[in-house]
């Protein structure tokens, strides 16, 4: 009980129900448990009313800001974080005759060296599935391709087929995360390593790397061989220029397509994501296939928007 004629001790204790949300969540007020009629004030980038603390989530830039909550002499302060919302509801399903997806022949598709590809892939065919092709497919053909056959194979390479990895024991209609790495060790040489579902499965060493052709990268076609048509949904194709580690790849897959979210992903070689094709979600201008990591827009051929389905990997 405070004494007739005392004055109540000022306090600014505020806090927010969490210390990090998206800009898709609702926007949050913090609970004042200390005096009332202070001001909220924060660091530019952040919008909050300065009267309730409402912070507009979607109005405000990405990052970790310090909220101030001042009364009378006193101030407090919260870390808040405000991160890219993401959700992967979309993938692209191919009929197996004549749909593929081009994404060109920019130069950052091209290595002299090291690279890593990363894609989902659910076939519905046992035939050839051509996953992602950009090469000649000739028995020493420039470039790099990855594909499913059989209904229970995954074969992979760079520089040419004979070079190739192969996985067997896959089934269809079955979600996998594919992996390809290839890490230079110095000139035209290197080792290709091939992981399914975050393990790897199969690995080499070749001579005579070169991944310069001048083909487009395809996707769920290979431009060089008929009959090698995709049957199936593929989702999240993510190519970086740096050789991923085993870890990386483990937590490309247990964390899901949002670890390739460059606002999100943790993982060491997130800065060097190259092309990243959502195959599906972020679509706002069908057939365009955005890509959301640089420049190298798809292009989805012989299809139309209802191939965009709801069928993604979990």
């Known amino acids: ?25 609702p926007d949050p007020t913090p609970t004042v448990t200390g005096t009332s009629g202070g001001t909220f004030t924060s660091t530019a980038g ?59 022949n920019d130069s950052s598709l091209q290595f002299s060296g090291s690279f890593s590809i990363s894609l989902w892939a659910k076939l519905d065919g046992s035939g050839s599935n051509a996953l992602i092709s950009k090469d000649s497919h000739g028995g020493a053909g420039n470039g790099y391709h990855i594909d ?5 194979e995954v074969h992979a390479w760079a520089y ?14 079955t979600w996998y995360n594919i992996v390809f790495v290839f890490e230079s060790t110095g000139g035209a040489n290197g080792n290709q390593y091939l992981y399914i579902d975050g393990s790897e499965e199969s690995n080499n060493s070749i001579t005579s790397f070169v991944a310069s052709t001048t083909k487009d990268l395809r996707i769920g076609v290979s431009e060089m061989v008929v009959g090698f048509e995709t ?29 390739l979210n460059t606002d999100t992903g943790n993982y060491t070689s ?14 706002t201008s069908f ?9 190298n827009d798809g292009t989805a051929t012989n299809m139309d928007i209802s191939d965009i389905e709801t069928d993604v990997p979990t």
Do not use: H
């Not at 993401?86 to 005759?97: H, M």
């Not at 057939?287 to 420049?295: E, H, M, N, V």
């Open 287 to 295: 057939p365009t296939i955005p890509d959301q990591a640089g420049s």
């Open 148 to 152: 499913f056959r059989s209904g229970s």
């Open 1 to 25: 009980m405070i004494p007739s004629g005392g004055t109540q001790a000022i306090s600014c204790a505020f806090s927010y129900s969490a210390a990090s949300y998206t800009d898709a969540d």
């Open 160 to 173: 040419k087929a004979v070079d190739k990895l192969t996985v067997t024991g896959l089934t269809t209609d």
């Open 231 to 259: 049957d199936g949904n593929i989702d999240e194709v993510a190519i970086w220029d740096v050789a991923l580690a085993s870890t990386e790849v483990t937590e490309l897959y247990t964390n899901g397509p949002i670890a």
């Open 46 to 104: 952040i919008v909050i009313n300065a009267d309730t603390g409402e912070i507009d989530l979607s109005a405000s830039t990405l990052n970790t800001y310090v909220v101030t909550y001042t009364v009378g002499a006193k101030a407090c302060t919260q870390s808040v974080e405000i991160t890219a919302s993401f959700s992967n509801t979309k993938s692209l399903a191919f009929d197996g005759v004549d749909d593929y997806v081009d994404c060109g």
């Open 270 to 283: 997130s800065s060097d994501l190259q092309a990243w094709w959502r195959m599906g979600d972020k679509v």
